[in-house]
C-alpha cells in the first residue's frame, strides 16, 4: 500500500478511530530505566527525560505522576511522512472548536491525544472536517 501525499485525499480518507482506554503523559528522570510493571503505548527521550504515554490504570500502579488525560485517535488513513499540511489542517480544525490536541505521526498512520472528556467532540469534528472534503 503506498502513502498518501496529497491534501485533499489524506483530509477525505482520514477515517479517525477512537481507541479503547484512556491515556496519560509522564516522564522518567534521564537515563533511569523504565518500571518493569508498564507497557509505554509512546517512549520518547528528551534532554529533561523520557516522556511516556501509558493507560492511566498502568502509571497509578507504578505510582508514577502523569498529565493530560487523553483519549486516543488514529487517522487511518496510510499517510505518507512527508506529507505536507495534514496535520496542520487537523490540529487548526480542532483549535477552531476549542480542543487541544497532542499529535504523533508513526510509520502508517497519525495519532492524535484530545482531552478525555472532549474525544467524542473531537472525533466529530474529524468526520465533519473528512465529510466538508467529500463534498467538495
Same mark, same amino acid.
Given at each position: 500500500?503506498? !502513502?498518501e501525499?496529497?491534501?485533499? !485525499?489524506?483530509?477525505?480518507?482520514?477515517?479517525?478511530e @477512537?481507541?479503547?482506554?484512556i491515556f496519560?503523559?509522564?516522564?522518567? $528522570? $534521564?537515563?533511569?530505566?523504565?518500571p518493569a !510493571?508498564i507497557?509505554?503505548? @509512546?517512549?520518547?527521550r528528551?534532554?529533561?527525560g523520557?516522556?511516556?504515554? +501509558?493507560?492511566?490504570?498502568?502509571a497509578e *500502579? %507504578?505510582?508514577?505522576r502523569? =498529565?493530560?488525560? &487523553?483519549r486516543? +485517535?488514529?487517522?487511518?488513513?496510510?499517510s &505518507?511522512? #512527508?506529507?505536507?499540511?495534514f496535520?496542520?489542517a487537523i490540529? %487548526?480544525?480542532? *483549535?477552531e472548536a476549542g +480542543?487541544?490536541?497532542n =499529535?504523533?505521526? =508513526?510509520?502508517?498512520?497519525?495519532h492524535?491525544?484530545?482531552? *478525555?472528556d472532549r474525544?467524542? #467532540? %473531537?472525533?466529530a !469534528?474529524l468526520?465533519?472536517? &473528512?465529510a %466538508?472534503?467529500?463534498?467538495?
Open positions: 500500500m503506498t !502513502a501525499r496529497d491534501l485533499t !485525499a489524506l483530509l477525505r480518507h482520514m477515517k479517525p @477512537l481507541r479503547p482506554g496519560v503523559f509522564c516522564t522518567t $528522570p $534521564p537515563n533511569e530505566s523504565l !510493571a507497557n509505554p503505548l @509512546l517512549t520518547f528528551e534532554r529533561e523520557t516522556t511516556l504515554v +501509558i493507560l492511566r490504570e498502568e *500502579a %507504578a505510582g508514577l502523569y =498529565a493530560f488525560a &487523553s486516543l +485517535i488514529t487517522l487511518t488513513v496510510h &505518507s511522512l #512527508e506529507a505536507v499540511g496535520l496542520a490540529t %487548526a480544525g480542532l *483549535a +480542543i487541544s490536541v =499529535a504523533v505521526s =508513526a510509520f502508517h498512520h497519525d492524535l491525544f484530545v482531552p *478525555a474525544a467524542d #467532540e %473531537a472525533l !469534528a468526520r465533519e472536517m &473528512s %466538508a472534503k467529500q463534498d467538495g
